[in-house]
Nanobody, 118 residues
């Protein structure tokens, strides 16, 4: 079992930037994919970005060109750099760890709030 703890959420103005961090309780080197998801009020949780153990990244169309995901196997952390933030990016952001490309147990953090508002 891996515990994930997110940090970095804040209130930011439109056009601003934030960097979210996800700290894992143990090594993430062998975890197949790490990712970020978000859930806005009244909406379903949606994928933001994922990155595999080999470094292949995947982004939701809504954040391509603005967000960058990175994983650090030494620090056991995953980061989400968010630039050019929009009010539609307002949500609780969750860190995810998927140990295998096959369906099965996944790890989730408790979430961190990002609010984009003037």
């Amino acid at each position: 079992q891996v515990q994930l703890v997110e940090s970095g959420g804040d209130l930011v103005q439109p056009g601003g930037s934030l960097r979210l961090s996800c700290a894992a309780s143990s090594s993430i080197v062998t975890i197949y994919a790490m990712g970020w998801y978000r859930q806005a009020p009244g909406k379903q949780r949606e994928l933001v970005a994922t990155i595999t153990y080999s470094g292949t990244a995947n982004y939701a169309d809504s954040v391509k060109g603005r967000f960058t995901i990175a994983r650090n196997g030494v620090e056991n952390r995953v980061y989400l750099q968010m630039n050019s933030l929009k009010p539609d990016d307002t949500a609780v952001y969750y860190c995810n760890g998927d140990p295998s490309p096959r369906p099965g147990i996944e790890y989730w953090g408790q979430g961190t709030q990002v609010t984009v508002s003037s």
